[in-house]
């Protein structure tokens, strides 16, 4: 029996030229932008016309490329080492696509396609699901496909959030600090509809604080927040900005969305909301490590595969 795991993830420009291609792709995305073609297009052109030269020079501060990729890449190398099968990657908006990749895929038996997105949502795993399936009923390989929409509450991807949180503890005492869980923003509108994000975040987040209790682990306080919302519409609550003012000590985030570090990690939350964060007049800021390819998300995702086989 021949195996193929491909881990799906939006993706993030291997280099300064495929930002627009990216973007043009995140916003032609139904379930980014609800708006029927042709409007859904043309929102997405003004907003790539707005965003596209800023977007650029924020890669740029980050050697020009998303670090989505090379963290990616590290994991696939680790977990080829670690499953009786074949691992490859795809991304939802850049290079590789699921196109790029299906014709490596033809020889399988069986394809065991899973989201690095924990929490299940129309924007992230449906929508990577569902294209990964139309492109592959193309080779006829859709029948082939096993997947998995969340995994959320899977004990060693907690255990490895755990882990990361106490590296950027540094062995300081857990207590004088505040922990925010902050994930990336949705809109309310997408929410009311039924989506289950933020229901998966929040049950996350009581997986993890049971991880830390059994570690003895203590926080101050522990907050939920919401990051990287974009335009005037009603998002998410409460922002990381608004939940910032409230901090009253030294602060430590952990991004909960993601499995994998990219720019709203190693940009937003390591750059841009330190500034906001120094503004504010906290002293000490710290961001932790999204899981990548540590042993405890190996395990997990291990054993993610060995469940749906």
Not at 25 to 53: E, H, T, V, W
Request: net charge positive; with cysteine.
């Amino acid at each position: 029996m021949k195996r193929a795991v491909v881990l799906m993830n939006m993706g993030g420009p291997n280099n300064i030229s495929e930002v627009k291609v990216f973007l043009k792709n995140m916003f032609n995305d139904k379930y980014i932008i609800g708006a029927p073609q042709p409007i859904r297009a043309l929102i997405g052109q003004i907003i790539i016309s707005k965003r596209l030269r800023e977007s650029q020079e924020n890669y740029k501060k980050l050697g020009g490329m998303s670090p989505i990729v090379g963290h990616t890449k590290r994991l696939v190398r680790r977990l080829n080492k670690e499953l009786d099968a074949d691992v490859f990657y795809e991304m939802r908006y850049t290079p590789p696509f699921a196109s790029d990749i299906m014709k490596k895929l033809v020889s399988y038996d069986e394809i065991y396609a899973i989201p690095m997105y924990p929490h299940y949502s129309s924007t992230t795993t449906k929508s990577s699901i569902e294209e990964f399936v139309k492109v592959a009923k193309k080779y006829n390989l859709h029948k082939k496909i096993k997947t998995i929409n969340s995994y959320y509450d899977n004990i060693s991807y907690n255990r490895a959030i755990v882990e990361r949180i106490k590296e950027a503890l540094k062995g300081e005492n857990p207590k004088d600090f505040e922990l925010i869980f902050s994930a990336h923003g949705l809109t309310q509108k997408v929410i009311d509809k039924g989506d289950l994000y933020q229901k998966h975040i929040l049950a996350n987040v009581e997986c993890a604080k049971k991880e830390l209790i059994y570690q003895d682990i203590n926080f101050k306080k522990i907050h939920v927040a919401y990051q990287s919302r974009l335009g005037p519409m009603e998002w998410l609550r409460p922002y990381l900005e608004d939940k910032l003012k409230e901090i009253k000590s030294k602060v430590i985030i952990y991004p909960i969305s993601f499995t994998v570090d990219n720019s709203e990690t190693e940009y937003e939350l390591d750059m841009e909301y330190l500034e906001v964060a120094h503004k504010l007049g906290i002293k000490d800021y710290r961001v932790a490590k999204a899981p990548n390819h540590h042993k405890f998300f190996i395990n997990a995702i291990k054993e993610i595969y060995e469940k749906m086989k």
